[in-house]
């Protein structure tokens, strides 16, 4: 069978879904940490009765960053950047650094969002927060390229260009498709090679990525117990 991809937050692979735009439509869900705006969404664009979940990996998100900030911005004398890590969320309270952003609406973002809200920092308060890459690999070749010194996102990404990761959350990632279609060809053999030993071998080599139980299904009320 042939794949055609498209990158999109999870939002509008999900909308795509429902209109019948794709058979299978990306998505994530933290584990232990419920993401309001995430949880409203699924609620609204997951009917059980349509949609049914099949199971892929969980992966590492977290902060990823260069190992020598004495190489950041002039503005700061040795001694400053020496003192800077990033070791929890609560470090970004830290100042003295610049930030890249995930772009508005993608499950990163809001991922990050909600961990800053739940530390009871204002996006405000994060030096280039308004700075925005559309990719887990653009924010990581935009901080190896010196523009910026951290930012949020998997540690897969981090490791392809040389970064520092500090793990913060495990997620899982997760495709839904029609029930009506669970049985076609396609689907099927979707579903088979996300079983298959040999790629999930494969998989399990990306830094912070671990299939667990994929290609496994699940009615779409398992997000919300």
């Given amino acids: 069978y042939q794949v055609e ?5 999870p939002q509008h692979a999900l909308i795509a879904l429902n209109e019948g735009r794709c058979r299978i439509a990306g998505f994530h869900q933290p584990i232990g940490l419920e993401v309001d705006v995430q949880r409203r969404r699924y609620q609204e664009l997951l009917d059980p009765k349509r ?3 099949i199971r892929f990996i969980r992966r590492q998100q ?11 911005s002039k503005d700061l004398n040795q001694d400053q950047a020496a003192n ?5 969320i609560n ?3 830290q100042g ?3 930030f890249i952003n995930r772009q508005q609406g993608s499950g990163t973002r809001e991922l990050f969002e909600q961990l800053l809200y739940n530390e009871g920092i204002s996006p405000r ?4 927060i308004e700075n925005q890459e559309l990719t887990h690999s653009a924010v990581a070749a935009y901080i190896a390229s010196g523009m910026a010194d951290v930012g949020f996102g998997v ?7 040389g970064l520092a990761f500090t793990p913060i959350i495990e997620e899982y990632y997760l495709w839904a498709y029609p029930l009506e279609a669970e049985q076609d060809e396609d689907i099927q053999a979707f579903i088979a090679t996300l079983s298959n030993p040999e790629y999930q071998a494969q998989i399990n080599q990306l830094p912070g990525y671990q299939c667990e139980q994929s290609g496994t299904t699940l009615s779409t009320n398992w997000l919300f117990h």
């Avoid at 977290?62 to 950041?72: N, T, V």
């Avoid at 308060?125 to 280039?128: E, H, R, T």
């Avoid at 540690?155 to 260009?161: Q, Y």
């Fill in 125 to 128: 308060d994060i030096p280039g």
């Fill in 84 to 88: 800077i890590h990033f070791n929890t």
């Fill in 96 to 98: 003295n650094y610049r």
């Fill in 91 to 93: 470090d970004l309270r």
């Fill in 62 to 72: 977290g902060l990823m960053y260069k190992e020598e900030l004495k190489e950041k």
């Fill in 51 to 53: 949609f049914g979940i």
């Fill in 5 to 9: 991809i498209h990158y999109h937050a």
């Fill in 155 to 161: 540690e897969a990404a981090a490791k392809r260009f």
